[in-house]
């Protein structure tokens, strides 16, 4: 992967923390959902309810597809990264409290809100792998790609 274009994308998802996210349904169709994100590099972990829809969806097909963007005033100015990748639970403790602690990160304002901190037992953790990334970045050009193999 280019350096520049790797920059970009951990740029990208440094400067996010929420990410639609589509599983597939058992009917076949999509299912997309926001869900608030933490990365390290490249991977990038969420959580959701251990009977979410989303959690039952991954169960039976482990592929994903992602986006991570934000509202812009100027159509010129839009960025953001389009992702196919593989979504795994996460079910080592300490690599679970690793990405919880990786999502507080994410939220400091949570401190100041007295909700319990879920644990890794009460939630569903995963592990979004990438296999290709779509860099979106209209300066270059409308709708202009470079598109990543992972």
Known sequence: MDEDIRRKILTLLDQHRIMTIATLRPDGWPQATTVGYANEGLTIYFLCGP????????????????????????????????????????????????????????????????????????VRIFRVTPTVISVLDYSKGFAHTDLVTC
Not at 57 to 69: C, K, Y
Not at 89 to 102: F, H, I, P, R
């Open 51 to 122: 009977d979410s829809q989303k959690a039952r969806n991954l169960a039976r097909d482990n592929r994903v597809s992602l986006t991570i963007d934000h509202d812009t005033p100027q159509v010129m100015d839009i960025t953001g990264l389009s992702m196919a990748a593989h979504a795994q639970a996460v079910v080592d403790s300490t690599q679970a409290g690793k990405a919880l602690g990786l999502l507080m990160l994410k939220y400091p304002q949570q401190d100041s809100i007295p909700l319990p901190m879920p644990s890794p037992k009460d």
